[in-house]
């Protein structure tokens, strides 16, 4: 099932030759149906990689742990050097 030729995404390009024009050979949803998994085939080169799909409302979940992850790891960093600045009292 090869689809025709078409020019990625910026970003999305084949690993070896770093060639953006590939040519999808399968392609399926995932278990779940929150992402979509496509196999690829490089014009070019011929080698072959996997993308996954995302909607974007499951971005703006990722997204949004992402800040919280990252919220959370700087509120820790600050309690540490108070801590190691006062002590435990």
Do not use: W
């Not at 703006?60 to 190691?84: N, P, W, Y």
């Amino acid at each position: 099932m090869r689809r025709s030729t078409r020019e990625g995404p910026i970003g999305l390009g084949c690993p070896r030759c770093h060639r953006g024009s590939s040519s999808v050979i399968d392609s399926r949803d995932s278990v779940s149906g929150k992402c979509r998994r496509r196999r690829h085939e490089c014009d070019h080169c011929g080698e072959r990689f996997t993308t996954y799909e995302i909607t974007a409302a499951e971005y703006e979940k990722i997204k949004s742990i992402r800040i919280d992850v990252a919220q959370l790891t700087t509120t820790i960093a600050i309690l540490r050097e108070l801590k190691s600045q006062f002590g435990d009292n």
